[in-house]
């Protein structure tokens, strides 16, 4: 009785190895799409440095389109804020 | 017992397995040598400076092998409608028999897994070039002619199904429908 219930395990595991060697097999070519790639390091891609920069400038450039006493009035908001412990 | 469906699949896995994986290192090679595209092959592959090249390169690859996954099941499909052992007419069997091909004649079994296979093939060579073309790395029109392929190809292989379901059918009807029609008849003279 026991064999039998070894034997249905055992034929699990076997066709479940084969059916990773089957993926593993149709996969093979899904992968070499993989093989072609863009050199980025001196594209137009940008990196984390720029995207923040460009935030800061349109930052500024939000700033630019408030009147003066507004601005005068978010840096001393800034300052009370830095200068506080 | 291994299961015999599973051994035949990978048995008939392989050779497309290569076929693909040669054509698609063969196809970059030419197209980047007939559109002059500059490349360095390093351990990340081939590596493409200019995006344009990287683009063609990748987008005619694709139809490389869409291409021959195209053809290899067109041969597949013609075995299957025409040579198929279920109904393949009695004239042609003659004629093949008599130009020692054979072999083209093929049973159901060896015509789906081999089928099967090669559409999986497909299918996933298409979900590749959906998600490369949604990206913008491959041309748009590299994913419908790949989409049309698989739709044509599924739709084939089903008619060729159906037509062996309806043959198995045919067969029912002619050799065991008389049988039970008989014994109703002896039990009913009993």
């Known amino acids: ?85 | 017992m291994i299961s015999r469906t599973l051994v035949r699949l990978i048995d008939q896995a392989v050779v497309p397995a290569i076929l693909l994986l040669c054509t698609r290192l063969a196809s970059v090679i030419i197209v980047s040598y007939i559109l002059g595209a500059k490349f360095i092959f390093s351990t990340k592959g081939f590596v493409f400076h200019n995006p344009d090249n990287y683009i063609a390169v990748n987008s005619f690859s694709t139809l490389a092998m869409v291409v021959v996954l195209g053809l290899g099941l067109t041969y597949i499909l013609a075995k299957a409608l025409y040579f198929h052992d279920t109904h393949i007419s009695p004239k042609l069997t003659t004629k093949l028999f008599r130009h020692k091909m054979a072999t083209l004649i093929q049973s159901s079994f060896e015509l789906y897994s081999q089928g099967v296979i090669w559409l999986v093939y497909l299918y996933l060579v298409t979900i590749v070039a959906v998600i490369l073309g949604i990206f913008g790395v491959i041309y748009d029109w590299i994913t419908i002619v790949s989409g049309s392929f698989c739709a044509i190809t599924t739709l084939l292989l089903i008619l060729d199904i159906e037509h062996e379901l309806d043959e198995i059918d045919s067969g029912y009807v002619e050799e065991i429908a008389p049988l039970n029609n008989n014994l109703e008849k002896e039990d009913n003279d009993l």
Request: proline content about 2%; glycine content about 2%; charged content about 30%.
């Open chain 1, 1 to 85: 009785m026991i064999y039998k219930k070894i034997d249905k395990v055992g034929k699990v595991i076997v066709d479940t190895m084969m059916l990773g060697l089957l993926w593993a097999i149709i996969a093979l070519p899904i992968s070499s799409f993989s093989l072609v790639s863009l050199d980025t390091s001196e594209s137009d891609v940008l990196s984390e440095q720029d995207v923040r920069t460009i935030e800061e400038l349109n930052y500024i450039k939000e700033d630019e389109t408030k009147s003066m006493r507004e601005m005068e009035r978010d840096l001393t908001d800034d300052i009370i804020v830095i200068a506080r412990p």
